[in-house]
């Protein structure tokens, strides 16, 4: 059978109708792709999985969240989206509204969000409005406006977003035929370790023997680790600047998670987060953008801390939460510079070494 996008695979698990017009771009269905060389590189007794998000229509895990809100703002006769954004939720919704041929409203950091992502939010028509504040400042503006004016408001606060994105934690029950024991991700404003959580937490509900619930392992940048820290961060800095969040709309729902799981929500510095990316990029042949890599930085800091030691062979998913591609600008600067050579045998040969 045809694949028609996750809305009509789960519509039993999810709150649509039969009068919901769907609006996809045949997200989900994104791959489990098995590491084969860094359980040994790291020393690491089981398996390890990249959940690749980045392989939905727009790049990243917000198409999942996106088909179901703007599904439903199409279905309660909204004309208009609005959202703050790191710059993956707003390239999701321009696409999203373009589809259903309705107007999009982003606000976005200024100077701060990755060139992919701002080039898919112009390109698919959305107003960008770059504002001289942060995230956090963005996401309490878009509250008010969606207030206020006839704006449906499409950040992770929308119920529907964390609906849309729970179906993730289906397909990896799905694909491995159990529940992982560990899950690593990156957190930002927490809406898809919640997502996920729920998702997990319904899986077992429906059917307990198969699908034991996985530990909860979030990670936040060091300079934008509000949970960690327990109290908000006024100036939130990292490279990683999908995740450079000071105050998460979803702390409680994450810190639930992570209790509830018995996992944990802790930070990786930048020069993780950069060792992580390279070497996934290097070792596997799969390009995340840095945030998504904040997971797999999470998971060798607990392997080098000896978290798992003596611990049963295990199964990891690491959620690959974006595509490499929307971030050139930080491939191109982590990378040794191509070398310069002159267009001819003598000096190519000579530079590749032979
Ligand atoms: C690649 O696009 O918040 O913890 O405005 O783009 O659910 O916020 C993006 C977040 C992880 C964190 N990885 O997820 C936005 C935005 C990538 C991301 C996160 C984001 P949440």
Redo the contacts with the bound molecule.
């Keep these: 059978m045809s694949y028609n996008g996750l809305i009509d695979k789960y519509k039993k698990f999810l709150p649509v109708t039969k009068k919901t017009p769907i609006i996809t771009l045949l997200e989900g269905n994104t791959p489990l792709i098995p590491a084969v060389h860094l359980p040994e590189k790291l020393g690491f007794n089981g398996e390890i999985y990249f959940k690749f998000?980045g392989m939905n229509p727009t790049g990243?895990?917000?198409d999942r969240g996106m088909t179901m809100a703007v599904s439903k703002a199409v279905e309660e006769g909204s004309k208009a989206v609005i959202?703050?954004?790191?710059?993956?939720?707003?390239?999701?919704a321009a696409a999203y509204s373009a589809r259903a041929g309705i107007k999009c409203v982003v606000l976005i950091p200024e100077g701060k969000i990755a060139l992919g992502?701002l080039s898919q939010a112009l390109i698919h028509g959305a107003a960008v409005l770059e504002i001289d504040g942060n995230?956090d400042e963005a996401l309490n503006l878009v509250k008010e406006l969606s207030s206020n004016y006839p704006l449906s408001l499409v950040?992770?606060i929308n119920p529907f977003r964390i609906e849309g994105?729970k179906t993730a934690a289906y397909e990896i029950c799905e694909t491995l035929k159990q529940s992982p024991d560990y899950q690593f991700?990156?957190?930002?404003?927490?809406?898809?370790?919640?997502?996920y959580w729920k998702g997990y937490r319904e899986c077992n509900d429906n059917n307990p023997e198969f699908f034991k619930l996985p530990k909860m392992m979030?990670f936040q940048a060091e300079g934008a680790a509000p949970i960690v820290l327990g109290k908000p961060v006024e100036n939130p800095e990292t490279f990683?600047t999908?995740?450079r969040?000071g105050n998460?709309a979803?702390w409680k729902t994450?810190v639930e998670a992570r209790d509830e799981s018995k996992g944990a929500i802790d930070i990786v510095s930048d020069d993780e987060i950069r060792e992580a990316y390279q070497m996934t990029a290097a070792l596997e042949g799969v390009f995340?953008?840095p945030?998504?890599a904040?997971s797999i930085a999470g998971l060798i800091k607990y392997v080098r801390n000896g978290y798992f030691k003596n611990k049963k062979p295990i199964k990891a998913v690491c959620i690959l939460?974006?595509n490499g591609l929307?971030d050139p600008d930080n491939a191109v600067k982590n990378a040794a510079a191509p070398k310069k050579v002159k267009a001819n045998m003598t000096d190519i040969v000579a530079a590749i070494g032979l």
């Design positions: 998000e990243s895990f917000k959202c703050a954004s790191t710059g993956n939720t707003s390239a999701s992502k995230f950040n992770s994105q991700m990156p957190v930002g404003n927490a809406g898809n370790i919640t997502a979030g990683a999908a995740i969040i998460p979803s994450a995340c953008e945030a998504s904040a939460t974006g929307k």
